[in-house]
């Protein structure tokens, strides 16, 4: 029986860990963190997506935990609103919106009875040779595996030991983002409300049951940027909106200052001419992340079916992974070429950005008003 190690225990690990099982593949998922983790903001599940969590029989549960947003509403400094776009009319295939951590949790639990999980451990080494990979962890024994997998998101161990130092291959696009969990629901439990300065938005999701902060602001690159330093994050985001004082802008900064449970990272494109060295391949972020604005999820589980379809159809790793990379680089590479254009509606740079942006979401609304 084929062994596979798959680093990282997130939507793209545990799609492929269920996949890889289900074809009779012995499958070990380790996870930095020491479990499932509880918070993470609303996702996607739509277009390539749900045919596969259809055929995993996870439709129905999916649906049960989407949130009941409906709708996008622009407000002023006062909180009035500028425009309201149905969810609907924002996208002609909307899918299911889900919490990352239900979204992981329920794809977790899936997999979890034929699976083996190592939770609170990391990979420190690989080395390959013609029969199979050997690896050492930084907690457990080190262990022989015929494949690795890395599916560790934007910050991959798997891809910086096996294709070298993360700078080589990820792009800031610069604009950052922060997401805050605000322990109680929201005032609107069907609406997202957004609020825009020149480069800079504040958003609050009602999620399902505990709303949640999200500050989404243009910036270059920060010199020793370290992606899991609490402090510098908060300083980070405090700086950037210092000077904002309309809607509820201050009062979420104190939420930031105080928070223990704080996500912040760049938004970035990560680039590989491939996606597989030897025996270990990528998949998800850690292949081809555009974050934030690059249906992230929904690409993550398309992938990791993919890469399961083409291992579980041939023996030799080589070309499974060439099928794979082909098969899935049509769906990702229009969504990054994408990106650009949707920071740019989401955050515009100017007044006159945002001016232009308010007005075609007014026109849109109209527009479907009147049909």
């Known amino acids: 029986m084929r062994t596979v190690l798959i680093s990282g225990g997130g939507i793209a690990g545990n799609t492929l860990a269920w996949w890889l099982a289900r074809h009779g593949i012995r499958v070990t998922v380790v996870e930095r963190a020491a479990g499932q983790r509880s918070s993470g903001n609303p996702v996607d599940v739509r277009g390539p997506a749900l045919p ?3 055929a995993m ?14 709708g996008m509403r622009l407000v002023d400094d006062a909180g009035a609103t500028v425009a309201r776009v149905p969810m609907s009319a924002s996208s002609s295939d909307p899918g299911l919106e889900i919490p990352r951590a239900d979204l992981a949790a329920i794809l977790h639990r ?9 939770y609170d451990d990391t990979i420190t080494g690989l080395a390959e040779d013609a029969g199979g990979v050997d690896v050492t962890f930084a907690v457990g024994a080190p262990r022989r595996f015929d494949l690795v997998v890395g599916a560790d998101g934007l910050h991959s161990t798997v891809r910086r030991l096996a294709f070298g130092p993360e700078a080589t291959h990820v792009r800031h696009l610069g604009v950052w983002v922060a997401t805050l969990p605000l322990g109680a629901p929201a005032d609107d439990p069907y609406d997202v409300l957004l609020h825009n300065s020149p480069g800079r938005l504040v958003s609050v999701h009602p999620a399902r049951g505990s709303a949640l902060a999200a500050f989404i602001f243009r910036g270059g690159p920060v010199d020793g940027f370290d992606h899991r330093d609490l402090a510098q994050h908060k300083r980070l985001v405090v700086e ?7 809607w509820r802008v201050p009062e979420l900064l104190d939420r930031v200052r105080a928070a223990d449970d704080l996500y912040f990272d760049s938004v970035s494109r990560v680039h590989l001419p491939r996606w597989s060295r030897g025996r270990v391949v990528l998949v998800g972020d850690a292949a081809s992340c555009v974050s934030l604005f690059g249906d992230g999820s929904s690409l993550a589980v398309a992938g990791a079916y993919t890469l399961a379809d083409a291992l579980a159809d041939t023996a030799d790793h080589a070309t499974a992974f ?14 990054r070429r994408a990106a650009r254009y949707a920071a740019g509606l989401l955050v515009p740079r100017t007044r006159f950005g945002l001016a232009a942006r308010n007005a075609s979401a007014r026109a849109l609304t109209g527009l479907r008003a009147a049909r």
């Not at 029989?57 to 409906?70: F, H, Q």
């Not at 899936?110 to 190592?118: I, P, S």
Request: aromatic residues 8%; neutral net charge.
């Open 322 to 335: 060439d099928r794979y990379e082909t098969w899935h680089r049509r769906r990702t590479e229009p969504r």
């Open 240 to 246: 950037a909106y210092a000077q904002q004082r309309g």
């Open 52 to 54: 596969v969590v259809t």
């Open 57 to 70: 029989g996870l439709r129905d549960e999916l649906a049960a935990a989407a949130t009941p947003v409906t």
């Open 110 to 118: 899936a997999a979890a009875d034929d699976v083996e999980f190592r």
